[in-house]
């Protein structure tokens, strides 16, 4: 079984960046796509950014050119570099691999 223990979040002012980090552990053989999704209070999950094995980049249209999605192999771990934070960034991210899902961890952007 796979764990993903996300970490990096917190309140930041609008225009602010955070650093999201998502480790993977346990029986892991190969690698596999992760991505970064967020789900704000009564709004459904979305995805934010996936990164596939190769290294291939997909994000939501809403945090392009803001947010980048980086992982390292070696270390199982993801992140997510947010920049020029807005307050509709507001929500809990949640780090998917292979249909298992972290935690989450809140990202609160407010004055």
């Known amino acids: 079984q796979v764990q993903l223990v996300e970490s990096g979040g917190g309140l930041v002012q609008p225009g602010g960046s955070l650093r999201l980090s998502c480790a993977a552990s346990?029986?892991?053989?190969?690698?596999?796509?992760m991505a970064w999704y967020r789900q704000a209070p009564g709004k459904e999950r979305e995805l934010v950014a996936i990164i596939t094995s190769g290294g291939s980049t997909n994000y939501a249209d809403s945090v392009k050119g803001r947010f980048t999605i980086s992982r390292d192999n070696a270390k199982n771990t993801v992140y997510l570099q947010m920049n020029s934070l807005k307050t509709e960034d507001t929500a809990v991210y949640y780090c998917?691999?292979?249909?298992?899902w972290g935690q989450g961890t809140q990202v609160t952007v407010s004055s």
């Open positions: 998917w691999r292979s249909s298992i």
């Open positions: 346990g029986r892991i053989f190969s690698i596999a796509a």
